[in-house]
């Protein structure tokens, strides 16, 4: 099956934190999505990689995505090497995705970093028909997808473009939510940590509301892109 849209992340939650809205608003307007996340985020305080892993098919039947597939790469440690880039490929070559996401590459925290760097790298790659990968040993074509958009974690950046997620906000929330072993809950006796704190959930609320003001718009979700974007004026003038 091909995908319109593939979203990597390196952990379970920063798919849906992230561009939750934009996903729901591609998925709505039936376009397929996937999430590909690294890791299952055995690292973490909170919760467990079982839990979270039961959150992570909660929230993909709330964001009606086709596929979310765990590239069990390590949490706390993504090399950018060999084996973890032809792993990417594979799922390129395998899903043939129009566009991707990936995170920011200047973030907070480190695996964020490195599941950028390594989603760019294996892009590229993808596109090398030198590059030999097989899917169930059958040869796979090259492939490479049209764009690299990146999406905003903890660090904030200039957007290239804002997406209106004003019509998808609630399903954002609710698929942010579906990970509640994560985030603040007053019966919860695990240590706090940077999204657990009480008003971490407003925050996210809050950045949304931000960059929706920016384009007239209720809420919004800001993106990246390192390359220029064309904009179509005259079918903008003609809508």
Do not use: W
């Amino acid at each position: 099956m091909n995908l319109d849209v593939i979203v990597f992340a390196a952990h379970p939650d920063d798919a849906e934190l992230s561009m939750g809205g934009t996903i729901a608003e591609l998925t709505k307007n039936n376009l397929k999505v996937g999430i590909i996340d690294f890791t299952k985020g055995e690292l973490g305080t909170r919760g467990t990689p079982e839990i979270r892993q039961k959150e992570a098919a909660k929230a993909s039947t709330i964001l009606k995505i086709k596929i979310r597939e765990n590239l069990l790469f390590a949490d706390g440690n993504i090399p950018i090497n060999k084996e973890n880039l032809i792993k990417v490929v594979i799922i390129l070559r395998k899903y043939k995705p129009k566009i991707i996401f990936a995170p920011f590459f200047k973030d907070r925290h480190p695996d964020h970093i490195d599941a950028s760097m390594l989603t760019k790298r294996a892009m590229f790659q993808s596109g090398l028909k030198e590059i030999k990968t097989f899917d169930k040993d059958v040869s796979q074509d090259a492939y490479r997808p049209r764009h690299l958009y990146y999406y905003m974690q903890t660090y904030t950046f200039d957007p290239s473009f804002i997406i209106d997620i004003s019509d998808s906000f609630d399903t954002k929330m609710k698929a942010v939510r579906a990970f509640s072993s994560q985030f603040h809950n007053p019966k919860n006796k695990e240590p706090e940590t940077f999204i657990s704190k009480p008003n971490f959930i407003s925050y996210v609320e809050s950045r949304a509301s931000f960059y929706g003001f920016q384009i007239g718009k209720s809420y919004g979700e800001a993106f990246y892109c390192e390359e220029k974007i064309e904009l179509d004026l005259i079918s903008f003038l003609k809508k």
